[in-house]
């Protein structure tokens, strides 16, 4: 499937599509303009602009373009009662689609497969073929099953081996969030994937459109109302993704066992002394005693311990992707030490069998 083509399906897909998603998918500025232009001025996609939101909707011709010639695909986005084949006007519902829209880019982006054509039905077992070993799921694929989660904020589910987590995008500003809703999600995921055949914990990915957005997840309290996301019980673990290409590592790692184990028992070499249970909110101690945390994994519920521990213990050393440090820095305070890790090092070194990686430290140090 050339670029173009991407384009429109993942525009089938989203319903609509935010207007800066397009040089996302496509590449450079120029080419992207000059793609847009043909598909407009051929009937394929229409511009909306409205309530200062900008997205681009398929037209009669693109739908028809789209359905003939990756049916499988699209099929199910196009026809029927699916929410992307009746586009609404009305900005919540719009907004809605551009929280979808960008999962589906996202994911697709940092090569996660998305298409219907790449990967099982959900909950299915994975074919010979390799199929569904690891696979997002947008909500028009599942919420049909059952009214029960009709209500929920979830975007799609993500699975990936034994590892299974409901993704939710919250763009700019704190979504709205009803735990009896939310939980009913979580249990729906697990009941489904048990009768598939596997028992999976599911844990949640929340994602924003920048890095800094994180700060204003952590401390929120729910809101006047309390009807607005803060971290709550429903979930073990609330992962951070902000929707950046840096963050791509972490989605790498979270389905991915074997690279995360990998990177954590590399990283417990440079500690003089290891936790020794994964209870512990600290990873280690370094040569100087002090505290060491693994921070990459931006899992807010961990963040909220850690911040809680370094408040009585006075000293620590965070762990932590480089693109990750100054919202980290915001969250916990210059009073702690940073070492920080390159995400192209990391991810040379999770490619490879025989290699290792520095990570820059406060005083200039490394391993």
Request: with cysteine; charged share 25%; proline share 1%.
């Amino acid at each position: 499937m050339n670029k173009q083509d991407t384009l429109l399906v993942l525009i089938a897909l989203s319903g609509e599509l935010p207007a800066d998603l397009a040089e996302f998918v496509i590449g450079s500025s120029s080419y992207t303009a000059a793609v847009l232009t043909r598909f407009k001025q051929e009937g394929y996609i229409l511009v909306r602009n409205k309530s200062g939101y900008k997205g681009y909707v398929l037209r009669a011709k693109g739908k028809r373009y789209v359905l003939a010639k990756f049916g499988e695909d699209t099929e199910i986005f196009l026809q029927g009662a699916a929410e992307t084949n009746h586009v609404k006007g009305e900005i919540e519902k719009r907004l809605r689609l551009h929280r979808m829209s960008k999962v589906w880019v996202f994911f697709w982006k940092t090569g996660i497969p998305v298409f219907r054509s790449e990967k099982t039905e959900l909950f299915q077992e994975a074919l010979e073929d390799g199929r569904g070993q690891t696979a997002y799921f947008g909500s028009q694929e599942f919420k049909g099953r059952t009214d029960a989660i009709k209500g929920s904020r979830a975007c799609g589910i993500l699975l990936a081996g034994e590892s299974g987590y409901i993704v939710y995008h919250s763009l700019t500003q704190r979504m709205r969030w009803a735990k009896k809703m939310e939980r009913a999600m979580k249990s729906f995921a697990e009941k489904e994937s048990m009768k598939g055949g596997r028992l999976r914990r599911f844990d949640a990915v929340v994602m924003g459109d920048t890095i800094e957005f994180l700060n204003e997840l952590l401390i929120s309290d729910g809101g006047v109302k309390g009807n607005l996301f803060q971290i709550d019980d429903i979930y073990e673990h609330y992962y951070y993704v902000p929707g950046i290409l840096e963050a791509g590592i972490q989605v790498q790692l979270l389905t991915d066992a074997g690279k995360r184990k990998r990177l954590y028992q590399f990283l417990c070499t440079a500690l003089k002394e290891t936790a020794g249970t994964e209870y512990r909110l600290w990873a280690g101690a370094d040569e100087s005693g002090n505290p060491v945390y693994f921070c990459y994994e931006l899992d807010m519920r961990r963040l909220l311990g850690i911040r809680q521990e370094l408040a009585w213990k006075q000293k620590g050393s965070i762990f932590c992707f480089s693109y990750q440090r100054p919202v980290l820095e915001l969250f916990f305070g210059k009073g702690v030490s940073y070492r920080e890790m390159m995400v192209d090092r990391v991810l040379e070194f999770l490619s490879q069998e025989e290699t290792s990686f520095s990570y820059a430290a406060d005083d200039g140090g490394g391993v």
